[in-house]
């Protein structure tokens, strides 16, 4: 069974940075497609970005230019580098992962079969 865990959240001022991670166990298939999602308090959960099996990396507009997607193949580890944090990204942050032999337009939670349990990122003012 495949198993995600997620780490690196925790708490940053306004204007700062963290490293989200995902380590990914139990799997020895082909390189997945990989996302990120998040889910502030009262909203609808939401695409970050994702990477493809080749690399392509897809953002959502209220993160371009500040966070980037990257994977570590052999350590089977997936990363987000958060930078210029504001309040508003606060949120839990999952990782997941699809088999699927495409990924949809956008983000697509719908796609993604496999995830993680979430690591809480909150920003300050």
């Known amino acids: 069974q495949v198993q995600l865990v997620e780490s690196g959240g925790g708490s940053v001022q306004a204007g700062g940075s963290l490293r989200l991670s995902c380590a990914a166990f139990g799997y020895a298939y082909s390189t997945p497609s990989m996302g990120w999602f998040r889910q502030a308090p009262g909203k609808e959960r939401e695409g970050v970005g994702l990477?493809?099996?080749?690399?392509?990396?897809r953002y959502a507009d209220s993160v371009k230019g500040r966070f980037t997607i990257s994977r570590d193949n052999a350590k089977n580890t997936l990363y987000l580098q958060m930078n210029s944090l504001k309040p508003e990204d606060t949120a839990m942050y999952f990782c997941?992962?699809?088999?699927?032999?495409?990924?949809?337009?956008?983000?697509?939670?719908?796609?993604?079969?496999?995830w993680g349990q979430g690591t809480q990122v909150i920003v300050s003012s």
């Open positions: 997941a992962a699809t088999w699927r032999d495409r990924v949809r337009e956008g983000i697509p939670a719908a796609d993604f079969a496999y």
């Open positions: 990477i493809d099996s080749d690399g392509t990396t």
